[in-house]
């Protein structure tokens, strides 16, 4: 398959999700480029930000996985361009 690269961003509205999210990242890590968060603890909200090198199915399982936890919201970026 393909790979492309993709643009994921996570907002956990409780930092309780963490743990599991940062649990399923762990899993991806291989293909994971960058990593970036920001913390915003007066807000209640955490970002996280994550550019991923994989098939365009594997990162939908990703942020499918992502997206189905509890006060996690994800976003996702497919770029149009395939990469070797």
């Given at each position: ?10 907002v956990l509205?409780?930092i309780a999700?963490?743990k599991?999210v ?8 291989p ?5 970036s968060?920001l913390?915003?603890?007066?807000k209640g909200?955490?970002?996280i ?6 098939s365009?199915d594997?990162?939908n399982s990703?942020?499918?996985k ?11 970026l497919?770029t149009k361009v395939?990469?070797e």
């Amino acid at each position: 398959m393909e790979k492309r690269i993709g643009i994921v961003n996570i907002v956990l509205y409780d930092i309780a999700a963490a743990k599991q999210v940062n649990a399923l990242l762990s899993s991806y890590s291989p293909h994971i480029l960058s990593r970036s968060g920001l913390p915003l603890r007066e807000k209640g909200i955490y970002i996280i930000n994550i550019i991923i090198e994989q098939s365009a199915d594997e990162i939908n399982s990703l942020t499918g996985k992502l997206g189905r936890l509890q006060n996690v919201e994800v976003k996702c970026l497919l770029t149009k361009v395939h990469c070797e």
